[in-house]
């Protein structure tokens, strides 16, 4: 793989760790603010919107952009914003701050995604988005459990000064090892002509599975927009939506879940978020692994071991140990299903080669808004805990009803095409 791509992951980890981080800062935030726990929750959701909002948006206005331009800008405000965020004594302005970093974060996944796959040749479109994701995991491994410490140590300000912090040599590292002019935030590379000079640009859209150029589909953006509407992307995004709803709505109240109901100390808790980042590098890896080969048996094995698990959960959440090895096992279930329809996406996205990037991150956060606020519902009606995992598990069960209903439908639509094609006596 391109030494390029483990420099966007560097990013993508900065990105990740202020996106999960709250999980461990909820608490605080809403003690220092004067707010209720499931208000400070909403700043979660508030940064999926964004992160839904942004990436279509801002990838029309990246398009135009050289790949090196795109990133730095949105990186750069991603930053400042986070210095915002850190000195802000007003709730309102940090959660306009966390809109504002979820657009600039979806625009740069947006486009790093988009170019992914083209940097990475055919065929390895899951490979290159399971290292891109690898620095979403690794904020899980390690970024998200620092953030926690950080914010039991010198407060939750203090983890909002680091992520600008990271970003920092991020930036840098774009500056001198992206390429300015290798590929364009639309997916397209200039070629090369006599002398090295600037040649015409041509197409480098990502592949299909199996190795075959995939054609540009139009050239403009309602082009891009009109290939969208294909269904299996549709339901692709929505079975993103319907996994990401579930991990979400579980993780943003995962310290008080198993602070209160488990009886885990609050010092243990970046662990227990460490415990869950460790899943979710190892449901990559796996994602990475079959998404580009076996995507099948890993989605509706994957999915249907999550409903199991968030069932589980849910109802032994007071044992300790039980509640800890399933912070384990559905943060890798999560990650491997959730990062498989990722890649997916890209691969259903086969006329809107600038907009794949797009859709990917809309997969990968349309579900991360409402995740949330239906976990905080929950709790603030006065079911506990222990709702936002029932919720996780009825969002799970929601996708592999969807799921089935597609693909029972698609049989159906193929056998009657097969019925009207047949001659008849």
Do not use: K
């Not at 849910?314 to 044992?319: E, H, L, P």
């Not at 519902?377 to 805990?385: E, P, Q």
Request: aromatic content about 8%; charged content about 10%; some cysteine.
């Amino acid at each position: 793989m391109p030494l390029v791509l483990y420099v966007l992951a560097l990013a993508v980890f900065a990105q990740g760790t202020s996106e999960f981080m709250l999980s461990g800062l909820v608490p605080d935030i809403a003690r220092d603010l004067q707010v209720s726990v499931p208000a400070a929750g909403a700043l979660t959701s508030a940064f999926a919107v964004g992160m839904i909002v942004g990436a279509p948006l801002m990838a029309v206005v990246g398009l135009r952009w050289s790949r090196r331009r795109a990133l730095l800008v949105f990186l750069v405000v991603f930053l400042l914003v986070h210095v915002v965020g850190a000195v802000t004594t007003s709730f309102p302005v940090l959660l306009a701050t966390r809109v504002v970093a979820a657009l600039a974060n979806a625009g740069f996944l947006a486009v790093a995604l988009a170019t992914a796959s083209v940097l990475a040749g055919p065929r390895a479109t899951g490979r290159a988005t399971s290292i891109l994701l690898g620095g979403v995991t690794a904020a899980c491994v390690a970024g998200v459990p620092a953030g926690a410490l950080l914010g039991q140590w010198w407060g939750w300000r203090s983890a909002f000064w680091a992520v600008a912090a990271v970003s920092l040599p991020a930036v840098v590292a774009i500056v001198r090892s992206v390429p300015g002019d290798a590929v364009h935030a639309d997916g397209t590379r200039p070629a090369t002509g006599a002398a090295g000079t600037p040649g015409p640009t041509v197409a480098a859209g990502p592949a299909e599975p199996d190795g075959t150029p995939r054609s540009a589909g139009g050239t403009g953006a309602r082009a891009e927009l009109r290939a969208l509407r294909s269904t299996r992307l549709v339901v692709t995004l929505v079975l993103g939506a319907l996994v990401n709803g579930a991990t979400f709505c579980t993780f943003t109240y995962l310290a008080p879940l198993v602070t209160s109901v488990s009886g885990i100390g609050h010092a243990w808790v970046p662990a227990v978020l460490a415990l869950f980042g460790i899943g979710s590098f190892l449901g990559v890896t796996l994602g990475g692994r079959f998404a580009d080969t076996r995507p099948l048996p890993l989605l509706v094995g994957g999915g249907t071991a999550l409903l199991v698990g968030w069932g589980v959960f849910a109802v032994t959440a007071q044992s300790p140990v039980t509640a800890l090895v399933l912070v384990l096992v559905q943060g890798t279930l999560s990650f491997a299903v959730g990062s498989t329809l990722i890649a997916r996406a890209l691969y259903e996205a086969t006329g809107a080669p600038t907009f794949a990037g797009a859709c990917a991150t809309a997969a990968l956060n349309v579900g991360a808004a409402p995740g949330p606020w239906l976990g905080g519902l929950a709790i603030s009606a006065g079911f506990g805990y222990r709702s936002p995992v029932w919720l996780s598990a009825l969002l799970v069960a929601f996708a592999l009803a969807v799921a089935a209903l597609a693909t029972g439908l698609r049989r159906v639509g193929a056998t009657r095409r097969t019925e009207a094609a047949a001659p008849t006596a």
